[in-house]
């Protein structure tokens, strides 16, 4: 193979030493009515040998012969046209050096660029145009004969839908066979798209008369509404259909036929793609070793793969949970191995092990996710909240400062706002450390709040998922019930941000957008899944659990937020009034009454250091005695 493109590139100077040629004897005949000047072929020639050499080596350097020519795309032309431009012009400047002022007319050099620059695009297209429409389809053809291939049916004529459309051209032995498109810009209509045809809107697929076997959304900037309709459209056609993901899914942003993917409850409720500053996050993240606490977990295990996108020097996947562990680590091992990454079993309220992971790796930045998160189970286990939710994050904020890190990101939550449940106190409890810390060091301490992620291990979709699966009934805890939602990738990427954006002390709230009723997502995920709520899936009301609330606020009344840099990221006012020794304290109190395994104590002590939590009336108190808890824990 590297024999063939080495071929392949002395083939590719060939053609344009020979356009380089014919341009500059080009020129000078239609610069002198095509009589070429005897007078000036001595100058041709010493202006012929300039050309030659500077064209060719600035191509080279440029790189434009590392590529297919079958596969030329517009950048690639771009990049000739920038090529010739520079050639010409170092060419012009090193000609009137070697031969002085006057003697070569300038307008030779206007023609020679117009000329040469034809020629290289020329050559180029030719064979692209050759490739994709004469060969490929001559292949196709045979393969067609061959075998059978899916009909496939695009939905979408964008740039997703182009890059589709290409693949499958490009690849004779793809097993899809393309029939058409559909798209709702009705200048597309009747149009074609590679030599593909575009019939018309979605909403009339079923009167095209289109024999296709498979459906792929290509829609990615559709809203919720407009791929609830367009997925309504695809059912009806009883076909199977799947989506391509949103560029932010992907780690190497490459949309491909490899990476469709099922419909799921994410592309109905239409969260917008973020658009990142990723040069300001480049200067926390590029070259540097980074610390992911909880890296196995649902935003852990996203912020490993949106910081491998910013080339760190090593990536510290730290996990207490083996299984997480390990399936982290193979996601990264599919990238290969340009990133360090170093997987670390263990637990943040274990002191000595981080201890020896900072002292061994010396991470820079610290993105700390690792939580007891599932309400029920920290209102019966309140302990282990405070144990690892409270202790653990300030294990790792003295690990840090032992260690003079550059930067710490703490992953909060809405629930921290107007605390009912252990979890959300024993986060709020995370927050003022942060905030009390940043007093008195030169790291960058911050933390993100925001709700729910879809998604994510435990929370409610799976759980739906699981309920549809065994034929229901799903469980909901009221009819009012609503939540914030965001993305999982969302999440992740607007952490990296606000972890840009942060000096130090702030507490960063996201834009959530509009919250939504649990009971519609249920329903959406009822159709999804081919069946019809109420009728094929009951629909069963429980009540509220334990520590829940109704609805779930992102600042307290006290707290006022401003904007910040970016649109999806505001910043909370709220002074700092205790210091970090106050809070380091008033957490003490906290954490040894975990150590009495007794629910109420727990919970008193932490209403006494976030006044505002409110313990809920259907909780359930659990004690265990210094005698059971060996055996029940």
């Not at 994050?393 to 909060?412: C, D, G, M, Q, W």
């Not at 009012?480 to 000096?503: D, N």
Request: charged content about 20%; some cysteine.
């Amino acid at each position: 193979m590297a024999g063939l493109r080495r071929k392949n590139v002395w083939l590719f100077l060939l053609v344009d030493l020979f356009v380089v040629l014919i341009s500059a004897y080009g020129s000078f005949l239609l610069r002198f009515d095509f009589k070429f000047p005897q007078a000036l072929s001595n100058s041709f020639y010493t202006l012929l040998v300039i050309l030659i050499f500077t064209k060719l080596s600035i191509n080279v350097f440029s790189n434009i012969y590392s590529g297919l020519w079958r596969y030329t795309s517009v950048s690639d032309l771009i990049s000739i046209v920038k090529s010739s431009t520079m050639g010409t012009i170092i060419s012009a400047g090193v000609a009137l050096l070697i031969l002085g002022v006057g003697i070569i007319p300038r307008s030779i050099f206007l023609i020679d660029y117009f000329l040469s620059t034809v020629g290289m695009v020329s050559t180029r297209t030719m064979v692209r145009i050759y490739s994709s429409r004469i060969r490929k389809i001559s292949n196709s053809n045979k393969v067609l004969a061959k075998r059978n291939k899916t009909k496939l049916l695009l939905l979408g004529a964008g740039s997703t839908g182009d890059k589709i459309v290409r693949e499958i051209l490009e690849s004779p032995s793809s097993p899809y066979q393309l029939v058409g498109l559909l798209d709702d810009d009705e200048l597309k209509a009747h149009t074609t798209l590679h030599g593909v045809p575009v019939f018309g809107k979605i909403e009339n697929i079923h009167t095209f008369n289109i024999p296709f076997d498979e459906i792929i959304i290509c829609t990615s900037a559709a809203s919720s509404s407009q791929m609830r309709h367009i997925v309504d459209h695809c059912k009806a056609t009883k076909k199977p259909y799947r989506t391509i993901p949103t560029v932010s899914e992907l780690i190497d942003k490459k949309v491909s036929l490899n990476t469709v993917r099922d419909v799921s409850i994410l592309d109905l409720l239409g969260r917008q793609e973020v658009n990142l500053n990723r040069s300001e996050i480049s200067k926390y993240i590029y070259g540097k070793k980074v610390l992911v606490t909880g890296a196995g977990g649902s935003i852990g295990s996203e912020l490993v793969k949106q910081c491998m996108g910013f080339d760190p020097d090593l990536l510290i996947l730290f996990d207490q949970s083996e299984n997480n562990l390990f399936h982290v680590d193979n996601l990264c091992n599919q990238y290969g191995d340009k990133i360090g990454i170093q997987p670390i079993l263990g637990d943040i309220r274990d002191k000595k092990i981080l201890d020896s992971v900072f002292n061994s790796f010396k991470p820079d930045v610290v993105l700390h996710a690792a939580a007891y998160k599932h309400v029920p189970m920290q209102e019966l286990n309140p302990w282990e909240a405070v144990n690892t939710n409270v202790q653990g994050t300030i294990n790792l904020i003295e690990a840090s400062e032992s260690y003079s890190i550059e930067r710490f990101v703490l992953v909060s939550t809405d629930k921290a706002v107007n605390p009912t449940n252990v979890m959300g106190v024993t986060k709020r409890i995370a927050e003022k450390i942060i905030q009390a810390k940043s007093m008195d060091t030169t790291v960058k301490y911050m933390a993100v709040r925001f709700g729910n992620v879809i998604g994510s291990s435990g929370s409610v979709i799976p759980t739906f998922q699981e309920q549809i699966r065994g034929g229901g009934p799903v469980t909901i805890t009221d009819p009012k019930i609503k939540r914030y939602f965001m993305s999982i990738p969302e999440a992740a990427q607007l952490i990296l941000q606000a972890g840009a954006i942060g000096t130090g002390g702030e507490i960063f709230v996201l834009d959530m957008g509009e919250p939504v009723l649990i009971q519609d997502i249920a329903k959406e995920l009822i159709k999804l899944s081919g069946y019809t709520p109420e009728v094929d899936i009951p629909i069963d009301y429980i009540g509220l659990r334990p520590g829940e609330k109704m609805f779930e606020e992102l600042i307290t009344k006290d707290e006022n937020i401003t904007d910040s840099p970016h649109n999806k990221i505001m910043v909370l006012t709220n002074e700092i009034t205790h210091g970090w020794n106050h809070i380091l304290a008033e957490a003490e109190k906290v954490i040894n009454s975990a150590d009495t395994y007794d629910a109420v104590r727990i919970k008193n002590a932490l209403q006494e250091l976030v006044p505002e939590y409110k313990q809920d009336d259907l909780d359930i108190h659990l004690t265990i005695s210094s005698k059971q808890k060996h055996t029940h824990l």
